[in-house]
């Protein structure tokens, strides 16, 4: 039994060591595959082994203290479930899962599971930690641990998230932010028909002497 924790033990250290490969997020493409999306306070934390007795979850309970999306009814109280914790001498880690410290508020984009519990979609770049920083309030995404692969060439350049004003956050979920003002185009002229060169006229001669 020994030599079993020490072996889980060894694997939980390697898998921490590497990034997990990630298809990388925008807040849209994130605000598509969440069932909710919301503003809260991390709670109280536990981690249990499943009934296999194979993997490590950790469940955290969450205070929710916005809906971002404001289109639905949300519990006040809300419990996720992610794999990876510590059980007695045990650990298990998922590279790039987020790490939630109690007090702590985050933006989480949160997808539905069993027995009313949450997973949080695409790793750690679902949830963005609220933080202050002087007059504004900022979500900053939390990406350690993580390994991008690149998209099609057109989108090479959105290759992860970036920090951003809470408020421009709620815009962007709610489809009201702001669109560059369109410049209309220019009235198109006439084309001006081409004239016909006129070939230029003599002068008229003037008459000369006269002949006796």
Known sequence: MRFGLLLASMLGFVSAAEASLVVPHTVESLNEEADLVVRGRIGR???????????????????????LRGTQTVPELLTLQMVGGTVGEVSMRVSGSPVLASGEEFVLFLRAG??????????????????READLVVAVPLLEGLAFVPLRAEQLGQTRLVPMALAALRQALDGTAEQPPTVPAAPSVPAVPSVPAVPPVAPPKSPGPSEP
């Open 45 to 67: 934390a536990w981690s249990q082994w499943d009934e296999a007795h194979r993997r490590i979850w950790t469940y955290t309970e969450v205070e929710v203290l916005e809906d």
């Open 114 to 131: 069993p027995s009313r519990r949450y997973g949080i979609v695409g790793l750690s770049q679902g949830a963005l930690r609220v933080q």
